[in-house]
């Protein structure tokens, strides 16, 4: 007679016969099945990955301004009161670009408007504009330079992203360049600016011209009469046209 293993060593007395599931759980031999049930593997569960951080040539205005507001890319987030983005109109004609916020922008969030904003504001209505129609002002750094010195180049180079993205949104259609530090930052010239004056230059297809900054015109009155020309200068670039010859404004 021929007895499986199982069962001569009943015979013998020898009980139960233990086996182990593949789970590891010990059952009687003469509790397991023949054949043990597929042991199903279960999938590991998904684990939810940090959304991407949206780049920065896709942001709308609301996301812009929060990233602004949050930069931490250079050292002079450390000593500002707030980040200085922008102000105007979102739909402008003009786009000023000066270099960074001074004390007083940086305390009410806005630039230029301390005595060289009250300059530029005459400068605007010397051209029948006025700032937040179909005007934005911005600035090549958003946070205040320690003792309103001039942004330094990897200042403006970590703020580039926003200004571009900036021009970007804005869509202006002519671009006046305030002082040497912005005219490095759009242009990436380091040239003087008395050499770039008066000419034309181009950002993606937009007329950029450059001008002195209005706190320089504070210290130097004489050369308010040059950037009135800057300033009839870029309308003859805007309009393709012709100006209107006439006595200093402002």
């Not at 002519?174 to 930052?185: D, N, P, S």
């Not at 004056?197 to 007329?207: A, L, T």
Request: glycine share 8%.
């Amino acid at each position: 007679m021929n007895l499986s293993r199982e069962q001569m060593l009943a015979e013998m007395g020898i009980t139960p016969i233990w086996r182990l599931r593949e789970s590891g759980e010990a059952v009687p031999a003469d509790q397991a099945p023949d054949t043990l049930p597929a042991v199903e593997a279960s999938a590991p569960a998904a684990v939810a990955s940090p959304a991407a951080p949206v780049a920065v040539n896709a942001l709308d205005w609301p996301d812009l301004a929060a990233r602004v507001a949050n930069c931490k890319a250079c050292s002079l987030c450390e000593q500002r009161k707030q980040a200085v983005l922008g102000v105007g109109d979102l739909q402008p004609d003009w786009l000023f670009i000066g270099e960074g916020p001074g004390a007083e922008e940086d305390v009410k969030g806005e630039p230029f408007v301390g005595q060289a904003g009250k300059l530029l504001d005459n400068m605007l209505a010397a051209l029948d504009l006025a700032r937040g129609n179909k005007v934005y002002i911005g600035n090549a750094v958003k946070c205040r330079p320690p003792g309103n010195r001039t942004p330094e180049a990897a200042e403006m180079a970590a703020c580039w992203p926003w200004l571009e993205r900036q021009i970007e949104l804005l869509r202006p259609k002519i671009i006046v360049l305030l002082g040497k530090a912005a005219m490095h930052a759009v242009l990436h010239d380091d040239k003087s600016l008395a050499s770039m004056r008066g000419k034309r230059f181009e950002y993606r297809g937009i007329p950029v011209v450059v001008t002195y900054h209005p706190a320089y015109l504070l210290r130097n009155l004489p050369d308010k009469a040059k950037a009135w020309e800057d300033l009839l200068f870029a309308r003859r670039c805007l309009r393709e046209a012709g100006s209107v010859a006439g006595e200093l404004p402002f």
